[in-house]
């Protein structure tokens, strides 16, 4: 006999009341046929450059780097023929916020300051960072209104910013230079860059990633695997723990991406594939495998049950879904993205992931045509009064 569930739904995202879990489900069932190729859950692939008005051309679609803002709200950036900003307050809204001027190829990662300030970078060789205030926008029936994409000034003159990141007082952002490695810091209060030298390490390569922890440091990797912590003043320091790696492959121990959680660890994925734990408190970095044989963990983002999902593949592989659970020290594969909503589609090339409200998780298409997918994983029924 079937038991009664009652109480509360239990999201990779977060664990919300059922007046949100009827919200939840209509969406899942309004927008999206059920994959056939991620394992559980559903996925649904919003095009960004249908032949509409409103909506970005083609080859200037490549989705580079999301993040969630204010209210739940979800930014991106694209890359291309030229470098567009947009948002979806929610599934099924888009706005176009504008084109970024001169820019054609974006830094992986966005960032939104303590004054909701929203930071991005150019990966063009001397290209610029950019603001925009998330308070300005508005998607009305016909066109969106926002404010102005404020440019600021380069970096770098003879390189681009691979990655992007912010401290956890959401003051300082801090980025790597695409072909020299070198280190800057930005102070969103003073508008002041401080370049710094290059991540310390004893090879030619680099870590592409860099993850502030709680205590207010940025980590990153050197060539060797070992990580450095950089200081919101722009100290560097190079620690003893070390990516994890074959034996004699240290050259392919470099941090790809990084999410912290909230436990305050840090989780990392590395060129070879490899996911990683590292805690800031006491230094102990441990090693957590890999969740396919695909290489480059290059996208992590984490559940509201504090699994890792993460992003394998790029270039001639085609990119797979993977979860780690932590409190079960277990892996899964949960395969390819692939829609058939008003189009077969199938994602090649994905590039961005992060967590969204409602038990939402966003990935962004690296392509010509690019898409913003929206996974729903399944959703659990607890009784009332149950502890999630």
Not at 46 to 73: F, I, K, N, R, S
Not at 164 to 185: N, P, Q, V, Y
């Amino acid at each position: 006999m079937a038991k009664k569930l009652v109480g509360k739904a239990v999201s990779i995202v977060g664990v919300a009341t059922f007046d949100n879990r009827k919200e939840y489900e209509a969406q899942r069932r309004e927008m999206t046929v059920l994959s056939h190729s991620i394992l559980s859950g559903a996925v649904h692939a919003y095009g960004l450059a249908y032949p509409a008005p409103g909506v970005l051309p083609v080859d200037e679609a490549a989705v580079t780097a999301l993040t969630v803002g204010p209210e739940g709200a979800l930014y991106g950036v694209t890359s291309g023929k030229r470098a567009h900003l947009f948002w979806m307050p929610r599934p099924l809204m888009f706005g176009p916020l504008g084109v970024i001027e001169g820019v054609r190829q974006a830094a992986e990662g966005l960032a939104v300051d303590h004054e909701s300030m929203l930071y991005g970078a150019a990966r063009d060789k001397g290209g610029p960072l950019f603001r925009f205030d998330t308070t300005t926008g508005f998607l009305g029936l016909y066109r969106n209104r926002c404010g102005p994409i404020t440019l600021l000034p380069a970096p770098f003159r003879d390189d681009g910013v691979i990655s992007l990141t912010i401290s956890h007082d959401r003051k300082t952002l801090a980025g790597i230079g695409e072909k020299s490695g070198r280190l800057f810091i930005f102070s969103t209060k003073t508008g002041r860059t401080k370049r710094l030298k290059r991540a310390p390490s004893e090879g030619e390569s680099f870590g592409r990633a860099l993850c502030a922890a709680a205590d207010n440091h940025f980590y990153g990797s050197g060539a060797d695997g070992r990580l450095f912590r950089l200081s919101v003043e722009g100290d560097i320091e190079r620690l003893d723990a070390a990516v994890p790696c074959r034996a004699g492959k240290p050259y392919l121990a470099r941090v790809d991406s990084f999410v912290r959680a909230r436990s305050g660890k840090l989780y990392g994925g590395s060129e070879e594939g490899y996911l990683f734990s590292f805690d800031p408190a006491n230094g102990a970095l441990l090693n957590h495998g890999k969740g396919n044989d695909i290489p480059d963990l290059h996208a992590l983002a984490e559940g509201a049950d504090g699994s890792i999902y993460g992003l394998t593949g790029r270039g001639e592989f085609i990119a797979h879904l993977v979860r780690f659970q932590p409190a079960h020290n277990e892996w899964a594969d949960l395969g390819l993205f692939q829609s058939y909503g008003h189009y077969p589609w199938q994602g090649y090339q994905m590039r961005a992931l992060t967590a969204g409200p409602e038990g939402r998780l966003y990935a962004g298409e690296h392509d010509r045509m690019g898409h913003v997918v929206i996974y729903y994983p399944p959703v659990e029924c607890v009784k009332a009064g149950a502890v999630v």
